[in-house]
């Protein structure tokens, strides 16, 4: 029988971490659709504007937030060991390093945007309206990271009801923002592009201000003025170093993501758009996957802190049987309606009759990405960034791409047999993930003596 049927506790432990999570991620993606939704009825270039604009944006802060995985791994460790000062500490230069990196990004965004912009083929009205979108929301990219890195500290508390909370919050005010300032209603001028802009930026700075009220209300988290003015320079260096590995990895996939596209487009437009529609298909089911994925870093960094690897194996082993059924169940819905799935995203019948053979291969993959996911956040949770770094940069970028090239550009072959690549690849990947998994090294931090940690 499997662990989380013999152990309820375990499976709630999992589920109220993952589950918010889950929730958080699902409010942010709405934010995307409702901006397309509503500046969609003003016309083709508003939507380019606001697509391409997001685009770029979220791109750039995104690919810096993912060094907050350092202080997620973190706080969850310093929780586990019961020590309120490193987790007020870890905090205060969590927030000291989401406001250097938001002015970067910031100054970068607006001196380089219309650099940014130049290297996409878009008529001058689509450019122009990019271009005030982008300075929109690129004054607030400081907020932006500050929301999006204390978040990072709820999670390593095991507090990922307080992102959803905060997101669901942000996701009502950008939807009223949207339809108030785009179309210029209850008073206010209508405002178009830029109207979406300024309510995706009202909306990250009343999250960033939401945030940080709760974060200097629970007592165990609240940083002090000292811990700002006199930092120290072990801890930046110690999230540093377990965020960079995440940041490089994040940057090798953004790239290896547009070669992809890149590539794919030479299929032609039917088998480019199918693909395009299983990929959002498909990250559907990665949502439940992602949510165990950050309860597994939580849950066994909290044991890895509490140098408690019993408890660390008891997470690592309920997460991946809980992502195993949670990702099977689409699987097997991929497997058995996947001309369904596919009319719920179009009508075009060329493409349903397409999508039904790919969508139907995606499902051999489920498990295999499920694995591969929640064993990434185990070895994050354990401290080890790099494993999963290496692991993710290594088949992309010597397996994947090169047999993407060597399929598509020499020997043609139609789009089925580029997702059984994707199926092989994440077959081998899970494969070394369950050789690292029974080696059991990354148990190794919790054994370690506790006076070890001591400053």
């Known amino acids: 029988m499997m662990l989380i049927r013999r152990d309820p506790l375990l499976k709630k432990q999992i589920l109220t971490i993952a589950g918010p999570a889950m929730g958080e991620m699902i409010m942010y993606m709405i934010i995307g659709v409702v901006d397309i939704a509503v500046v969609g009825r003003l016309g083709a270039a508003p939507l380019a504007a606001v697509s391409l604009?997001?685009?770029?944006?979220?791109?750039?802060?995104?690919?810096?937030?993912?060094?907050?995985?350092g202080s997620n791994i973190l706080v969850a460790q310093a929780k586990g060991a019961n020590d309120p000062d490193k987790i007020r500490i870890y905090t205060a230069h969590t927030l000291i390093i989401a406001l250097l990196l938001g002015i970067i990004a910031q100054l970068v965004g607006l001196f380089y945007g219309p650099a940014f912009l130049g290297l996409f083929s878009v008529e001058p009205d689509v450019y122009a309206q990019a271009l005030d979108y982008l300075r929109i929301t690129f004054a607030i990219a400081p907020f932006a990271l500050m929301l999006y890195m204390t978040n990072a500290v709820f999670r390593g508390l095991g507090r990922t009801d307080l992102p959803m909370i905060i997101a669901t919050i942000v996701n009502i005010v950008n939807v009223v923002g949207d339809i108030v300032l785009v179309y210029g209603l209850a008073g206010f001028p209508k405002m178009g592009v830029a109207g979406a802009a300024a309510a995706t930026a009202v909306a990250h700075v009343l999250g960033w201000?939401?945030?940080?009220?709760?974060?200097?209300?629970?007592?165990?988290?609240?940083?002090?003025?000292?811990?700002?003015?006199s930092?120290?320079?072990?801890?930046?260096r110690d999230i540093f170093s377990l965020g960079i590995p995440n940041v490089v990895e994040q940057f090798f996939n953004i790239t290896s993501h547009l070669i992809s596209i890149f590539l794919l487009v030479y299929l032609g437009t039917l088998q480019f758009a199918t693909h395009q529609l299983a990929v959002n298909?498909?990250?559907?089911?990665?949502?439940?996957?992602?949510?165990?994925?950050?309860?597994?870093?939580?849950l066994v960094g909290q044991a890895?802190?509490?140098?408690?690897?019993?408890?660390?194996?008891?997470?690592?082993?309920?997460?991946?049987?809980?992502?195993?059924?949670?990702m099977g169940f689409f699987a097997l819905i991929f497997a058995l309606v996947p001309s369904w799935v596919a009319s719920l995203f179009t009508n075009d019948p060329e493409i349903i009759t397409l999508a039904e053979i790919v969508i139907r291969i995606a499902a051999l993959e489920q498990l295999t990405i499920a694995f591969s996911?929640?064993?990434?956040?185990v070895l994050k949770g354990s401290g080890n960034t790099r494993t999963p770094m290496f692991i993710s940069t290594g088949f992309t970028w010597l397996f994947r791409i090169p047999m993407l090239y060597v399929l598509v550009r020499i020997w043609s072959v139609p789009l089925q047999y580029i997702w059984f690549l994707f199926v092989i690849d994440w077959l081998l990947r899970s494969l070394v993930y369950l050789v690292l998994y029974r080696r059991q090294?990354?148990?190794?931090?919790?054994?370690?003596d506790t006076s070890t940690d001591q400053e």
């Open 53 to 69: 604009g997001a685009e770029v944006f979220y791109a750039l802060v995104l690919f810096l937030e993912s060094l907050a995985i």
């Open 209 to 229: 201000v939401l945030a940080l009220m709760v974060l200097f209300s629970l007592d165990q988290v609240r940083p002090q003025i000292r811990d700002f003015l």
């Open 231 to 236: 930092p120290k320079w072990q801890s930046f």
């Open 281 to 298: 298909v498909e990250s559907i089911s990665y949502m439940p996957g992602l949510g165990i994925t950050i309860a597994a870093t939580t």
């Open 304 to 326: 890895v802190g509490a140098r408690d690897p019993r408890s660390a194996r008891r997470f690592a082993q309920g997460c991946i049987e809980l992502g195993l059924i949670t």
């Open 373 to 377: 996911f929640v064993l990434s956040g």
């Open 441 to 448: 090294h990354w148990l190794r931090p919790a054994y370690e």
